[in-house]
């Protein structure tokens, strides 16, 4: 690999992953993010963001934190559908997959939970409080909770690729951004909430939610099945 190559890998935003993935699966976690991703080759085509085929990489790339570096870069290729919106693929794959995100030289966790944002419920109406109500209990200062879990409710910025199927009835694309310390009860309050309002649960980099699990890194979900067992 030339040095070029590797300073655009460095520069990112790349996903730094453990072992190389199948393209099936990526093509599929990025439609988490975008539905109407496609493949394009080795590629995997969101919008304007190309999702390069996995390369092999030197161990430094991530900081030498992996034995092994599978290096998938995030590439913008036009405007972007929401701000961040390829740092955030980058960074929701390397999660998924069990990996690391590098951007801008800097090597990142996505599943380190310090100062991270949490899931969230996209709706395409703003709720009044009566209609949160079963699920959400109103406090001070507009937010709301349920148990130890905190709500706001807040503008959503854009229009993320996840959603795009409730925006033929959106009046006002609103989030309902959750905090707590536990992921998969807030994966559980995010799938109710959406079930009840006609919304879709994301994480924080916006790939769709399906399972409460899916908040849970990889490495964590395998030693709580170990702890099960």
Do not use: Y
Not at 104 to 123: F, M, Y
């Amino acid at each position: 690999m030339g040095w070029m190559a590797k300073r655009r890998l460095r520069t990112g935003p790349t996903a730094a992953l453990p072992a190389k993935p199948e393209h099936g699966e990526v093509l599929r976690l990025v439609r988490l993010a975008d539905p109407s991703a496609r493949s394009e080759g080795g590629d995997v085509v969101a919008g304007d963001v190309r999702v390069c085929a996995p390369v092999e990489a030197e161990a430094d790339l991530a900081g030498g934190a992996l034995e092994q570096v599978w290096a998938v870069r995030v590439v913008a290729e036009g405007p972007l559908p929401v701000d961040f919106f390829d740092r955030h693929l980058a960074e929701g794959l390397a999660f998924r997959l069990g990996g690391l995100a590098v951007c801008r030289g800097v090597v990142s966790d996505p599943a380190d939970d310090e100062g991270a944002t949490g899931p969230a419920v996209i709706v395409p109406v703003r709720p009044t409080a009566e209609e949160l109500a079963p699920l959400l209990e109103e406090g001070e200062d507009f937010v709301f909770t349920a148990g130890d879990i905190r709500a706001a409710l807040v503008p959503q910025k854009g229009q993320p690729p996840a959603v795009q199927e409730l925006l033929p009835f959106a009046g006002e694309l609103t989030a309902i951004e959750l905090r707590g310390a536990e992921p998969v009860k807030l994966g559980a309050l995010a799938l109710q909430l959406a079930e009840a309002l006609n919304g879709i649960a994301v994480d924080r980099w916006r790939f769709r939610v399906d399972a409460a699990e899916d908040l849970v890194a990889p490495e964590d979900a395998a030693t709580s099945a170990e702890d099960e067992a």
